[in-house]
Nanobody, 125 residues
Framework: QLQLVESGGGLVQPGGSLRLSCAAP????????IGWFRQAPGKEREGVSC?????????YYVDSVKGRFTISRDNAKNTVYLQMNSLLPEDSAIYYCARRVDYRCAASWFRFDSWGQGTQVTVSS
């Protein structure tokens, strides 16, 4: 079954905000790199953000979301979040979180071994 569970998507107006959550009921996420990816109709899967595991705080963002999105980790809740502010219509996509066994981030989706079912984000007036 699915190992990760995304939530928090929905319909929001341009300029609005959403917070996506990535939970792992069956295992802990603190030592793993966790990436957020998105895929819009007709477009390739795109890496959005990644937070490294372990004690590191290294974080990466794709250029198009820098300054608007924030990835964070709450180890007590075993959850990774993606706070999305100033949303644009071009942010509309299905958003997925994914886990690497390795603690290091990677841009390529195929380097992540566990995925959630995705959560739909629609930005429209």
């Amino acid at each position: 079954q699915l190992q990760l569970v995304e939530s928090g998507g929905g319909l929001v107006q341009p300029g609005g905000s959403l917070r996506l959550s990535c939970a792992a009921p069956g295992f802990t996420l603190d030592t793993n790199a966790i990436g957020w990816f998105r895929q819009a109709p007709g477009k390739e899967r795109e890496g959005v953000s990644c937070i490294m595991g372990g004690s590191t705080t290294t974080i990466y963002y794709v250029d198009s979301v820098k300054g608007r999105f924030t990835i964070s980790r709450d180890n007590a809740k075993n959850t990774v979040y993606l706070q999305m502010n100033s949303l644009l219509p071009e942010d509309s996509a299905i958003y997925y979180c994914a886990r690497r066994v390795d603690y290091r981030c990677a841009a390529s989706w195929f380097r992540f071994d566990s995925w959630g079912q995705g959560t739909q984000v629609t930005v429209s007036s």
